[in-house]
């Protein structure tokens, strides 16, 4: 049995040496470069003599297109009960209030939060701030500056809708946009 093993680790040595060159990579081989030889030379073409137009009427650019004034008309968005959080259905009013700010961005803009009569004063008072700072957000995420934008709360103070019934409520849960 020692013989054996003897044996088989001397075959193995052995053929770790044999095949050893053969794992070394190759050189690659060298190709000559390709012979380049100039081009035929090619029979000369007799060019025709530029014919002479006459020459155009100045005539005048046409006055660039007005720049269409923006609409600082925009519509109030609107909230949910005891909620800072924009609805999914204001977007689309914020996007166009945002492309209009857009225009001229050295106008600057007063997001009055409001909120409805139910709760504390406090309360209201808190809840439309943390609205207009919402409407503040998302613009400026459009690319609104910043210090365009100044935040006002009034909470209960200004309803634009009694708030006896849910509509009025929900018509006073509310941050208007105004240019300043």
Known sequence: MK???????????????????????KKPVVTK?????????QPEKKEAPPV????????????????AKPDY??????????????????YPFL???????????????VLNGNSSAEGSDAHNMALSIERANS???YLVNTGIPGSNLDVK???????VADNSTEDGRKLNRRVEIKKQ
């Open 135 to 137: 409407v503040k957000l």
């Open 153 to 159: 709360g009034y909470g209960e103070s200004k309803p």
């Open 3 to 25: 013989i054996i093993k003897s044996h088989f680790l001397l075959i193995a040595i052995l053929f770790a040496i044999a095949a050893l060159p053969a794992c070394k990579a």
């Open 73 to 90: 008309n925009f519509k109030n968005i609107q909230f949910e009960f005891n909620s800072g959080i924009l609805k999914t259905d204001s």
């Open 52 to 67: 002479q137009q006459p020459a155009p009427q100045q005539e005048t650019p046409p006055p660039p297109a007005p720049v």
């Open 33 to 41: 470069p390709a012979v380049s030889y100039p081009p035929d030379p």
């Open 95 to 109: 996007d166009k209030a945002a492309a209009e700010m857009k225009k001229d961005l050295s106008v600057k803009f």
